[in-house]
């Protein structure tokens, strides 16, 4: 816990890396996990997979989409900006008006718009909480597949926490030490 507790004076840099391995990965693993589990209900039931199985599948897979985005597009950006602000980097003196190659607006965008999207897929991970009724044929394996789900809940929960509190308000302080937005 201590390590929350430091988030406020951890530059933005250490902070990415830090969600990239804590956050990022782990999701990442969570949703192969997860998929490998409901692949394996699918294979046991057959033709006759739930819907719920079938959702399941679906809401990994948008979650792996927008884990990988984060880590192909948001980190590298990150690594740039932070380069930038330490090097004393002025982007009103990059050549034209607007013509700064990192595309800083679009990034704090881009992070709001996924958080949405995360947003919508927790609410309808909880829409889509697998009622286990006993006359299911695998109830231990649904089981687990609903326990999985939870997890992957309860961490894109966390993620969208952690980067609405820190890593937005930390790009946005990096973005205005370089002049972004003069």
């Given at each position: ?7 406020d004076s951890e530059t ?171």
């Amino acid at each position: 816990m201590a390590k929350q507790d430091n988030h406020d004076s951890e530059t933005l840099q250490s902070f990415v890396e830090w969600l990239d391995t804590s956050h990022y990965d782990p999701i990442y693993t969570m949703c192969g996990t997860a998929k490998e589990q409901a692949e394996k209900l699918q294979q046991e039931m057959q033709q006759t997979a739930s819907q719920y199985v079938t959702l399941c599948k679906q809401l990994i897979g948008e979650i792996q989409h927008y884990i990988s985005i984060k880590k192909e597009q948001l980190v590298p950006y990150v690594h740039s900006l932070s380069e930038k602000d330490a090097a004393g980097h002025d982007c009103r003196n990059c050549t034209g008006t607007g013509s700064c190659s990192l595309k800083h607006d679009m990034q704090l965008i881009e992070i709001n718009q996924s958080h949405q999207k995360i947003k919508d897929i927790i609410y309808r991970l909880q829409m889509v909480s697998l009622p286990l009724y006993s006359e299911t044929i695998r109830i231990d394996l649904y089981k687990i597949l609903q326990n999985q789900m939870a997890l992957l809940e309860n961490k894109l929960a966390a993620l969208v926490l952690l980067e609405e509190t820190y890593l937005v308000p930390k790009i946005t302080k990096a973005q205005m030490n370089i002049n972004v937005h003069d």
